[in-house]
T-cell receptor, first 113, second 113 residues
Framework: DQQVKQNSPSLSVQEGRISILNCDYT??????FLWYKKYPAEGPTFLIS?????DKNEDGRFTVFLNKSAKHLSLHIVPSQPGDSAVYFC????????????FGTGTRLQVTL | GAGVSQSPSNKVTEKGKDVELRCDPI?????LYWYRQRLGQGLEFLIY????????KSGLPSDRFSAERTGESVSTLTIQRTQQEDSAVYLC???????????FGAGTRLSVL
């Protein structure tokens, strides 16, 4: 049972435009959400996170939105740059514990010139 | 400072052989995690160590998999009698106690022939 879902395996966006990556979850015990970026042959690197007590968190070009009632979060990248081309993973951890993360299957973002 | 270090970066083995994968976490990080990423899939939790507490082994797929950690430093993941379905990238991560953000190594790509 996939508790964290990224339904779009790939996304192509023009440089300068907004990239929107989506993530849905089913487990109501999740209370902390993270986005990781992964380049080929490298480990995932942390990008941005959000606690369930917030609905938005911003860091430079990256903003994460959380809709708890819909169990949905999204990552907005604006403006998109060619260096943003990577696989993006959504991850979640359960209430009360800072332990294992449950990951989605990833979305491959391609930013074109 | 140094990040999470994993060795070897690549391992090719024959079906039925045992393999050992090593992880050196970030100095001072008391929590250490192992994940597996099969081709085209998300990261799958395997095992979690926190200080001297008993490890959370709930993600280990079979009794052929085991892991040890020496104090709050190096960890070894051992797979006995490898099978072709064990082929994957094995990723190690570490974090500070109570911290949600995990920092990943580059992984070990295991190929079982």
């Amino acid at each position: 049972d996939q508790q964290v879902k990224q339904n779009s395996p790939s996304l192509s966006v023009q440089e300068g435009r907004i990239s929107i990556l989506n993530c849905d979850y089913t487990n109501s015990m999740f209370d902390y959400f993270l986005w990781y970026k992964k380049y080929p042959a490298e480990g995932p690197t942390f990008l941005i996170s959000i606690s369930s007590i917030k609905d938005k968190n911003e860091d430079g070009r990256f903003t994460v939105f959380l809709n708890k009632s819909a169990k949905h979060l999204s990552l907005h990248i604006v403006p998109s740059q060619p260096g943003d081309s990577a696989v993006y993973f959504c991850a979640a951890s359960a209430r009360g514990t800072a332990s294992k993360l449950t990951f989605g299957t990833g979305t491959r973002l391609q930013v074109t010139l | 400072g140094a990040g999470v270090s994993q060795s070897p970066s690549n391992k090719v083995t024959e079906k039925g052989k045992d393999v050992e994968l090593r992880c050196d976490p970030i100095s001072g990080h008391t929590a250490l995690y192992w994940y597996r990423q099969r081709l085209g899939q998300g990261l799958e939790f395997l095992i979690y160590f926190q200080g001297n507490s008993a490890p959370d082994k709930s993600g280990l797929p079979s009794d052929r998999f085991s892991a040890e950690r020496t104090g709050e430093s190096v960890s070894t993941l051992t797979i006995q009698r490898t099978q072709q379905e064990d082929s994957a990238v094995y990723l190690c991560a570490s974090s500070l106690r109570g911290e949600h953000i995990q920092y990943f190594g580059a992984g070990t790509r295991l190929s079982v022939l």
